[in-house]
């Protein structure tokens, strides 16, 4: 660990500074011209204007139909696309896209909840990104990062979080945010602790390795105490299980390389949606990480991107950059290039299903930083995918929020709702890979950007 020590000044000076000013209070804004996308999928308002009273929006609508409050500070988003804030339900806070794993979880592990969460956190902010999905870190660091960030004190998107997976099998270094599970009564125990302790939802993972009775008791378990239950959907089995036990999402579409969804789990996609008495179902495929690694063994040049890594302290920027010098060598990578392939098809069959499409990008993972991760969903979703932009950015705002039980105060641009907006400069509609460089960015009536 001596390697690591000469590592900590640097972050550790970097946090105290962002911890020392707390949290600000908001003021009357109104955001005046430009394109509003309020998120619901219907016609954009051009020339729009949006007015934020505090913590939430009070008004919407055509300029000159508004009533702009005398004392308020008014921004001009002329030029601009206007959306809500970006959600992204699928972020690992306790990476930052090193492609080392036994390296990362020696180094870094130890610093996760002084260090690596607080910089990702921040990154996915100044990226547009106000409210997202941690699928996986040590419970208390969780939930100490979560509550800064609500409260103000860290820079970054309000947080809904797990804390550690319930899995059958751990990985080397990550029995602290992932958590064997061995039998019914220690299912209900681990399930217990966390919701006691005030995760937002449990994550499961290897569905196919659990026995009935174990998947039994976790659902069971979950529902008494009124906690969502989503999975990892690695494999046709894990969705079967999943789908069959009525959870309420999956993460995740590798499905061990496979060209499409099985038909099997296309029936019983179906079969859900037309049950009036089926709970809703939501899916974050998660497609970007894997084709942007594959994008950066061809070109790794948007690494050097010193605005991806600002915020990132110079020997951290350093040691990650590193690890992804020779992208197709990373230890940590370790699924084929064939898993890339088939992901739009999947995606695709998502969409056709009708169930609730929430983005995620896998943030954090080899290569996928997360000041660059969540637009990137967005545009392979609309690029290489061929799904209607609106429908990218709903999964991306109103459909991410209500999956998260939020959407009667998030993920549109509404008066009542909370003020997180965003806005970028041109026709997102037209050029979706705009959202790669927010212009201004609006977190709970605070312009943060």
Request: net charge neutral.
């Amino acid at each position: 660990m001596s390697g690591c020590r000469g590592r900590r000044r640097g972050p550790g000076w970097l946090l105290a500074a962002w911890l020392a000013a707390g949290p600000a209070s908001a003021a009357t804004l109104v955001l005046e011209g430009g394109t509003v996308i309020d998120g619901s999928g219907g016609t954009p308002l051009r020339n729009g204007v949006i007015v934020i009273e505090g913590e939430r929006i009070t008004a919407v609508g055509p300029a000159g139909q508004v009533h702009v409050p005398a004392a308020a500070e008014r921004i001009s988003t002329e030029g601009m696309t206007v959306l809500p804030g970006l959600w992204d339900l699928q972020v690992h806070l306790m990476r930052l896209g090193h492609g080392d794993r036994t390296r990362w979880n020696t180094t870094y592990g130890p610093l996760a909840e002084r260090v690596v969460m607080p910089l990702a956190a921040r990154q996915l902010l100044e990226a547009g990104v106000t409210s997202a999905r941690d699928v996986g870190a040590p419970l208390e660091a969780a939930l100490n990062v979560r509550h800064r960030t609500r409260s103000g004190f860290i820079r970054g998107p309000a947080l809904y979080v797990a804390g550690p997976e319930l899995r059958k099998q751990v990985g080397p270094g990550a029995e602290d945010w992932q958590w064997i599970v061995a039998g019914v009564p220690d299912v209900r125990l681990k399930v217990g602790l966390l919701a006691d302790a005030g995760v937002d939802y449990l994550l499961l993972a290897d569905l196919d390795l659990w026995s009935a009775a174990e998947l039994d008791a976790a659902i069971a378990e979950a529902r008494a105490r009124g906690l969502p239950v989503h999975a990892w959907a690695e494999r046709p089995a894990d969705v079967l299980r999943g789908l069959a036990l009525e959870i309420d999402g999956f993460v995740g579409i590798g499905m061990a390389g496979l060209p499409s969804l099985p038909g099997e789990v296309v029936q019983m996609l179906n079969e859900r949606r037309f049950d009036p008495q089926a709970r809703p179902l939501s899916w974050s495929p998660g497609i970007s990480a894997l084709l942007n690694f594959e994008s950066l063994r061809d070109n790794p040049e948007p690494l050097d991107d010193a605005a991806a890594t600002a915020v990132l302290p110079p020997l951290v920027r350093a040691d990650i950059l590193a690890s992804l010098a020779d992208p197709g060598r990373s230890d940590w990578w370790e699924m084929p290039a064939t898993q890339a392939r088939g992901q739009c098809t999947r995606l695709r069959q998502l969409d056709e299903a009708k169930l609730r499409l929430v983005l995620g990008s896998d943030a954090g993972v080899p290569g996928h930083l997360h000041s660059r991760a969540t637009w990137q969903e967005i545009d392979f979703w609309v690029r290489s995918c061929g799904l209607p932009v609106q429908r990218a950015i709903q999964a991306a705002t109103r459909d991410a929020a209500a999956a998260m039980g939020a959407g009667h105060e998030s993920g549109m641009l509404a008066p009542g709702l909370y003020a997180d907006v965003i806005a970028v400069r041109g026709d997102v509609l037209r050029h979706p890979a705009l959202l790669q460089s927010v212009d201004i960015v609006i977190r709970r009536g605070l312009r943060v950007r």
